[in-house]
């Protein structure tokens, strides 16, 4: 006759079992002092090209928090090897794609603690750019378009074409704009999308008068920086940094190199922005 163990019994083992073993579960280990990311899927460059300028933002930010061990910063302009990282080792901040972010920012409890200001602005505006000779209207586009921010295309879908249930055309992610701009003036490629930064150097160049916008989205924000967990006095510390990089003569050219005019609070419609995308989501 099979012998049965009373269900008390074995809830008892199971919760002995768990507490003994507890130790020897790995969980993504906690980067120590400021230790941080920059993850800017799209973005050219590779991460060996990015470490002297995360060398220097690393030594800065020791330096003014008076630190004696080394600040380390990782740059990732690829999803994959970013979520691969912090999946495995999770630093203290970042500076997110606001893609990244809208996406991620459960999973990886990110907390926005500040913003960055690239051109001096606070925030953004992704502009879809065609051919001279295309239709106007968006909904009658075909083909395919391209864009640094679209290595995340269900999020972008829904901060640029919110409410659009299906696309008359397809979206692809691109590291490179300028290429892109260019073959759509040629009429091999249907559209780009560009952010503020990449609309405001087209104005620069001849390229401009062979395309025209045919869609923007509504204000985003720029990219965040934010703290992994619960910010705190040390989150407190870094944002004081941050904010005071604009004043410091001697952060300028670290600036012009992170590609921002300073830093500014974090933007007031991130979290009204994050339940939108998250509806749209789910649709």
Known sequence: MEKRFPSK?????????????????THPARASGLDFAVIHP????????????????????RK??????????????????????LDNSIPEWGIVSLEFFLEYAEKYRMTPVASTRPGGESGDIWRLAVGKDS?????????????TMLYHGEVSVCLLFAGA????????????PLRSIRAVSRGRLSGVILDRMQFTGLQGV???????????SDRLPASPVIWFGRPGKQSEGLVKILMEMKADPGASGLLKLLQTDGFGPPDRDLPGLRE??????SR
């Open 276 to 281: 939108k995308i998250n509806v749209c989501l």
């Open 206 to 216: 001849s390229l401009a008068s062979r395309v025209k916008v045919i869609h923007e």
């Open 9 to 25: 019994i074995i809830l008892i083992v199971l919760s002995t079992f768990m507490s003994v073993m507890a130790p020897f579960i």
């Open 135 to 147: 239709p106007d209207d968006w909904r009658m586009l075909t083909g395919k378009v391209r864009g």
């Open 165 to 176: 249930e299906k696309l008359p055309f397809s979206l692809e992610g691109t590291s490179r």
């Open 64 to 85: 003014k928090a008076g630190l004696e061990q080394e600040v380390t910063g990782g740059y990732f302009n690829s999803t994959d090897s970013a979520i691969d990282f």
């Open 42 to 61: 799209g973005q050219p460059g590779t991460t060996a090209d990015a470490w002297p300028v995360m060398a220097e933002m690393g030594n800065y930010v």
